[in-house]
Every structure is written in C-alpha cells, then in structure tokens.
C-alpha cells in the first residue's frame, strides 16, 4: 500500500470505512466518524491495541492517503465508477444479496460483475496484507468480501483470520443456484473462524462446504485437506447487538425526551403511535406490513388521529432496480391509503423518505407505542434492539418477525409472521391492546438481554471465538 509503513496486529476490513466524507463552506475536507453500531464495538476492541481498518471511503475514484481517525488507522482502498456499479451494486446487492435473502426478489447473474467482485476482494486482501503486523489478528466482515479470507491466508499463513457475516446465510438449495458457489466457499474456508448470526445460518454453511464441496464436517467444524496440510475451520452462532449503554444514556437525556414529547404533540398526541424504521429494502417487509395496517383502518380497528402509524424508510441502493420498483410500490400504496383513510391533519401513513440523526432515531424511538419490525428476512435486525434500549421506561411494544435474527434473542416480543396478513393484523392489535402493566414485563426481560448482549460482548466473543479456533494442521 503506498505510504503505509506502520503494521498493526488487528486489522479490520469491511467494505465501507466508518468514516463520511465532509466538506465545508471553504471547500475544504475533512472526515467523520460515522456513529454505526461497528465502530462502536471495535472501538471497545480496539483500545490497548494497535488496530487498523481497510475499507471503501465511499466516494468512486482515487481512494485518499491513509489517514489516522480517533486513534484508528483508516487504509481507503479505491473503487472506480465500474466497481461500484459491478462489485457493489451489482454482484453484491443483485446477486449475493436476493440469494442469501431467499430469492425475496430474483437475483441477477453477470460473469464480469463477479470478475469485478474477485478483483476488487483482491485489493481489500492487498490492503490488509499491507498493514498486518506478523500474526496479526484480520477481522473480515460481509457478503461483500467473501473471497478475502482465502486470499489473505495465501499472501500471509502467519496471521489468524475470522469473517462475519451481518445477513443470513442461504439453505443449500438456493446457495446451490450461484454459478460461483465454489469460489465463495473457498474464499471463506481461507478464515480460522466464521461466526454467523443465527445458528441455522453457521449450519446452512457446513451444510454447503458437505454437499457442495464433498468436504468432511464434524459438529460446527469443516475440514479442509490440501497440500501444505488439513486444516479445520470452525463456523458457528455469535448475534450482533448494539452499544446498550451509550445509546440508553441518549435515550434517558432530556433533549431527547422533551423531543420525543413534541413528536407525540405534533402528531396530535395520538392514543396510539405506531412506527416503522427501515432500509427502504424489500427485505424488510414494509409493503406487507401496510397492507395489514391498511386492512386495519378499512375495518376501522384504527384510525387516524387516534392512531398514527410514522414509517421511517431510508434510501438505500437507488441505482438497483429491484429498489427503485420497490420504493415506487410502496409510495403508490402509502398514497392509496393516505387519499382513501387520511384527514385534514391526521394522514393515515405517516411516510418519510429520509436519514435521521441518531438523537432524532432515539426520539422517534422512545415516543412510539408500538414499533413494527416486520421482515421476511433479516439477518439480526437492529432496529429491534434498539428500540428496546431506548424504552428505560419499559414502555412500548414490539411486534418482531420470525423471519429475523433478533426473534432468536427477544422471547418477549409479539412474534408475527409477515406473509400471515389476518395473523400480523391481529399482532398489531394485540401489541396495541395488551394492558401496559403485561407490556413492562415484556419489556423489562427484553432490555435485559440487550443490555447483557451489547455490542462489546458481541465482539469480545467473536475474537474470542476467533482467538480459540482450530490450529491449523489440528485435525
Ligand atoms: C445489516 C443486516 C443486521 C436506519 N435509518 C436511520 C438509521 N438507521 C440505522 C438503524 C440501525 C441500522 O441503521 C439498520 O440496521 P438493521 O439491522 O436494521 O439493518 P441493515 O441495514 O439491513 O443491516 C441486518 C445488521 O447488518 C448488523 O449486523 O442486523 O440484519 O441486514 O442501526 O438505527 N440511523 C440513523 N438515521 C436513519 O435515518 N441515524
């Protein structure tokens, strides 16, 4: 890597840096952190270590020198125009992304997108090669940089590799659909390590490397014969959390409580506020979600202003085409259902197309009744969890789909089955009707899983897991 001399023995890749580009009125640039969940736990990781991060700096083109940020090393590795329209957008949001989401939408095939994908997992291998010390721990995360596990261990068998993968992992039958399954798998098996967020998906995995590859497993272990020796990777559950406590302490400040109050009182201080926060991404089950809730208020078993239902849906990946039909499915069904249901003041959907602040995240949170999380698939679901974090008040509801990680954590929710439109219709009402004495109980239980399985537990394990993997040639 040009310019980089320094060597670090944990080096973090991702595909983005967890940094935004920001320039100011005079032109000029500078970087900010961004406040995701990832940085937060590696922060905790990092501290008394000496830890790099590889990754996209989010802009197409020369990628900037490498750069120190609130005591991390940030390696930017370059993607040009192409890249992220092949890698990016193409193979890793049109391809793996249907795939490993149940075939929701039809995934795409391109052989050069996924020429693309192996060229570019190859810088991200190139650039963390650069910076790891001797032995040094790599840490790779995602879909997006599947093959750079394998790739690392080639250019360097002295370091200890682990992946993690924030979606699910696909049952065989549909994984098996990928003319690339091979090369992904190899890829994978390069790591020490894979941890998964549901145990159904570290399964999925040896399921796979078994029928697909003809490899022996063993229990949560795989093993690998080749020339220089066996090895023996282990694949198993460790569900991502959120930063429990810097996110309750937002939650618990004044501003954010005053803000939450007038978010209620600008909504006419309804009897009942019922929210959605999502990716705008057909994963999440939105459309379904407002179906039922548009069932609802034909049957008028709500309606607005005593019930309002805010959908937050943030822009996501709106050069795919899957996402711009969907965006423009679910404004044509918002806008149905505002023109047949809404009144002056009081819209049956409160619809917003836009990126919050976080204070603004925890507001929204904490003024919500009823939060709806609804997905046909997701792979944890943060949204759930911090919606939990936030209620130190142990008010509201949560009505939480089987179809995510989080249902595998919070017992307490009301657990509904998105594509059972009478079912989820009748878990809205239950979470809206429930006696809030029975709600706080739920509650309370749920907040105390988070707060017991935060973010920094989450990665403590993981490099536990990690630290603790089969030694190579220990088969
Ligand atoms: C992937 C997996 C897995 C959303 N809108 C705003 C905003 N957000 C924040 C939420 C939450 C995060 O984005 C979304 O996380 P999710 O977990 O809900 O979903 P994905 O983006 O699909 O993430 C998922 C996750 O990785 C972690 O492993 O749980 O299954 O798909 O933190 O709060 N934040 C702000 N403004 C917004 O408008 N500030």
Known sequence: ???????????????????????????????????????????????????????????????????????????????????????????????????????????????????????????????????????????????????????????????????????????????????????????????????????????????????????????????????EGARRIRASAVPISIDFKGLEELARRPETQARAKEIRASLGDPETLILGVDRLDYTKGIGHRIKAYGELLAEDRVAPPRQMFVQVATPSRERVDAYR?????????????????????????????HSYPRDEMAALYLAADVLLVTPLRDGMNLVAKEYVTCRYDNGGALVLSEFTGAYHELHQAFVCNPHDIEGLKQTIMRAIETPAKEKARLMRAMRRRVADHDVQHWAARFLDNLANAPERGGV
């Open 325 to 353: 039909d969907l965006r423009t499915e679910i404004e044509g069904e918002v806008g149905r259902l505002n023109g047949e249901f809404s009144s002056i003041g009081a819209p049956a959907v409160q619809y917003l197309h």
């Open 1 to 227: 890597m040009p310019g980089t001399k320094q060597k670090f023995d944990l080096v973090i890749a991702a595909n983005r840096l967890p940094v935004d580009r920001v320039v100011d009125a005079d032109g000029e640039v500078s970087w900010r952190t961004s406040p995701g969940g990832l940085v937060t736990a590696m922060e905790s990781v990092m501290r008394g270590r000496e830890g790099a991060w590889v990754g996209w700096a989010g802009e197409a083109g020369e990628a900037p020198q490498p750069f120190e940020q609130d005591d991390m090393f940030l390696n930017p590795v370059a993607l040009s125009e192409d890249e992220v329209a092949h890698y990016y957008e193409g193979f890793s949001n049109d391809t793996l992304w249907p795939i490993y989401h149940d075939v929701i939408v039809p995934a795409t095939f391109h052989r050069f997108w996924f020429g693309a994908y192996e060229a570019v997992n190859r810088r991200f291998a190139e650039a963390v090669c650069a910076v790891a010390a001797k032995g040094a721990t790599v840490w790779v995360h995602d879909y997006q940089l599947q093959l750079v596990p394998a790739m690392v261990r080639e250019m360097r068998p002295d370091v200890r590799i682990g992946w993690f993968n924030h979606i699910p992992f696909p049952p065989v039958e549909l994984f098996a659909q990928l003319p690339w399954r091979r090369a992904i798998l190899e890829g994978l098996l390069g790591a020490d390590y894979l941890g998964f967020q549901r145990v159904a998906d570290a399964q999925n995995f040896i399921r796979a490397c078994r029928q697909l590859l003809s490899l022996p497993t063993k229990g949560d272990t795989v093993s690998e014969s080749r020339s």
